[in-house]
């Protein structure tokens, strides 16, 4: 009898459990899945226009390396070249970063080589026509922290803060000289630093570290975290090893202010020896789209997420089966970075830059 007892309870029990999740489960909006995060990343087709119209990678090539090259699209993931596949800027020299300031006009950073003493500066109000701006010779020689850094000034990347209303420059220094049988010393030594300028003619000085951990950094560039606070991306300089895994990887680390502290980066979003990371929002206004390049020249490879925490999964594409590729980008394309930019933008720099047989199909239906 008490067996029955017992067993009749455990059955009224569930009943009870089950008629509240069900109570629960009417009481409240179904939630709907969202097929990035369910099937994988979607089709061009499945992001819906709620984000970017379309965008711009202002980058270099293979063959003409340094010298300013653009490639757009209308979903951030099939590209096509402009110009032809030549560059649209000779005078310009750098890893493209272009940042739009308080007055509206578009900030392009470079220099001439890693010993130029200068990070220059150019000026756009359309994309189309650029013009010398500025030059900022940064003191390295007193640098707080880095006691022997080497006058060397490593890919400049440029952000515009709103909230503080100033540019922060970045770009990493090394210590220690490289030689032909350690090459390695010299990149493991690298550090990202940066300086502050409310119109990239005045500059705080000296320039400052951005991180206070010891690991090797660069390429680092920063963006604001809708969900608060921001976040640098970077790429581990360290070469991988048993006990380095993350070496030669894209990592992230967010901070709840502009220049940190930021905690020593997380995982590795990306495969090992990949560099020049950029990273745009994709146009569902939902998903980010983390691009990385697979040196020296191999291509693009992609991860998407759909908040800057993660999680971060690889997206399939620029491979030599077609129909399995959720992206695709022209060859040769070197490091750069991409930025949203509105229709009228894409179809003033398609008009000023015509894309001649450099299109590909995908990006050509994208269009349509």
């Known amino acids: 009898m008490r067996r029955i007892q017992a067993l009749a309870g455990a059955i009224l029990a569930v009943v009870a459990v089950s008629t509240a999740v069900a109570q629960t489960s009417a009481a409240r909006p179904a939630v709907v899945a969202n097929p990035a995060h369910t099937a994988g990343p979607p089709s061009a087709a499945a992001l819906a226009k709620t ?16 010298v300013l090259h653009y490639a757009v699209s209308l979903d951030g993931l099939h590209w096509s070249k402009l110009n032809g596949g030549k560059a649209v800027n000779e005078e310009y020299h750098g890893h493209p970063s272009i940042a739009q300031g308080p007055d509206g006009r578009f900030y392009l950073v470079g220099n001439k080589s890693d010993d130029d003493p200068d990070i220059r500066f150019w000026v756009s109000d359309d994309l189309v026509k650029w013009q010398v701006f500025g030059t900022y010779r940064p003191d390295l020689s007193k640098v707080a922290g880095l006691p022997n850094a080497m006058q060397r000034i490593g890919a400049p990347k440029i952000y515009f803060d709103k909230p ?28 990202t630093l940066y ?41 581990d300089e360290r070469y991988p090893s048993y006990i380095w ?5 894209i990592r992230m680390s967010c901070a709840q202010e502009l220049l940190g502290p930021y905690p020593e980066p997380g995982p590795a979003l990306s495969p090992a020896f990949r560099e020049a990371p950029t990273l745009v929002r994709a146009p569902n206004g939902v998903d980010w789209l983390l691009y990385y390049e697979q040196y020296a020249g191999n291509g693009y490879g992609l991860s998407m997420a759909p908040r800057l925490e993660g999680p971060w999964v690889e997206v399939w594409g620029n491979s030599r089966r077609k129909e399995w590729d959720r992206f695709e980008m022209p060859a040769q394309l070197r490091h750069g970075s991409m930025m949203p930019i509105t229709k009228a933008q894409y179809e003033a720099l398609r008009k000023a830059y015509p894309e001649g047989a450099e299109k590909s199909e995908k990006a050509a239906k994208a269009e349509k």
């Open 164 to 191: 503080s209303n100033q540019f922060v420059v970045l770009w990493h220094t090394a210590t220690v000289p490289g030689v032909p049988e350690d090459p390695e010393r010299y990149w493991s030594s690298q550090r």
């Open 195 to 235: 300086a502050l300028s409310p119109d990239l003619k005045r500059f705080d000085a000296p320039p400052k570290r951005l991180f206070k951990w010891e690991i090797a950094t660069i390429d680092t560039f920063l963006i604001a975290n809708p969900e608060g606070g921001y976040c640098a991306v970077i790429k």
């Open 245 to 249: 895994t993350t070496g030669k990887t």
């Open 51 to 66: 984000g970017p119209e379309a965008y711009l990678f202002a980058h270099m090539t293979d063959a003409r390396y340094g």
